[in-house]
């Protein structure tokens, strides 16, 4: 893959992962009124890192970085959707530390971007971790929800998660 192309991804992809911060900073220190708008401001921008990441991996189908990158910030997006939508209130704060630590592994990911070992090493250190967490965070937000395991935007976790 060609380094003018991984540098750009990185340069837009950690000036994005800058802006999840804040989002998250606002998140753990939330009172008041239920923040929709940060859950899907959230969505959005990590959706941004997802559709980068995604495209990317067209041209390098077999890179693990890529492919992680990819499926971590769509795991995210669409929690964060769902949690907008459920308005559960409760699961705020385990939202904000999860996604906090998520960006972290994110931003890791992007450093090493273009050393396909490291990526796939953090990867694989990552997955199983965040697995555990996703599905425990999904059956909790998802309970009493139409079809378990689905939110309105029509995502399936264990579909998800199944290449993760």
């Not at 921008?45 to 693990?64: C, F, K, S």
């Not at 990911?109 to 990526?119: F, G, W």
Request: charged fraction near 25%; include cysteine; glycine fraction near 6%.
């Amino acid at each position: 893959m060609d380094k003018e192309i991984l540098d750009g991804f990185q340069v837009e992809s950690k000036l994005l992962l800058k802006e999840l911060i804040k989002i998250l900073d606002q998140l753990e220190s939330w009172e008041g009124a239920f923040p929709t708008s940060q859950l899907e401001g959230f969505s959005q921008v990590i959706d941004r890192i997802m559709g980068a990441a995604q495209t990317l991996a067209m041209e390098a189908p077999n890179h693990a970085g890529l492919k992680r990158i990819s499926r971590i910030a769509e795991l995210c997006k669409r929690l964060g959707y769902a949690a907008a939508q459920r308005r559960a209130t409760e699961f705020i704060p385990i939202f904000a530390a999860f996604w906090a630590d998520t960006v972290d592994v994110l931003g890791d990911l992007i450093d090493v971007i273009d050393d396909e070992v490291a990526s796939t090493r953090i990867a694989k250190e990552f997955s199983q971790v965040v697995q555990g967490r996703l599905e425990w965070l999904s059956q909790k937000v998802m309970a009493g929800a139409p079809e378990a395991g689905k939110a309105a935007q029509g995502f399936d976790l264990k579909d998800l998660l199944k290449d993760f």
